[in-house]
């Protein structure tokens, strides 16, 4: 479903086995199941050079992280319904300040 969409985020992959364990019929493949962080928008308004040099920068100041699935819900996105997992990820809160303070200091905005 990823060739479907022309926008850009930054995003948590989980590992292959968590992501089959995730994955439903009718659903994200395998290989698109994630998680998330920011969405800066549009990947062709998104210097996307800068922005993977951001993320390596903020990857150094955080330490790996694990999560717990706690359950599942449904958001309505566009036309569509959205089936997605909750997670328990201790850390994510300070990633995506640190995230979202750091591309905006780079001149990188953050749609909200």
């Known amino acids: 479903m990823a060739a479907d969409h022309d926008g850009c985020m930054v995003a948590i992959v989980p590992p292959d086995a968590v992501a089959q ?3 439903v019929d009718g659903g994200e493949s395998v290989e698109d199941i994630h998680l998330t962080v920011v969405y800066p928008g549009a990947a062709d308004e998104v210097d996307t050079d800068l922005l993977m040099e951001c993320v390596q920068e903020i990857s ?5 992280m694990s999560a ?10 566009d036309d569509t319904d959205v089936l997605h997992a909750t997670v ?3 850390g994510l ?9 750091t591309l905006e200091e780079a001149g990188i905005d953050i749609p909200v």
């Open 60 to 64: 150094t100041r955080h330490a790996p």
């Open 68 to 77: 717990d699935i706690s359950g599942y819900g449904v958001f309505h996105n």
């Open 93 to 101: 809160d300070a990633l995506k300040v640190d995230l979202e303070q």
């Open 88 to 90: 328990n990820l201790p």
């Open 21 to 23: 364990f995730l994955a």
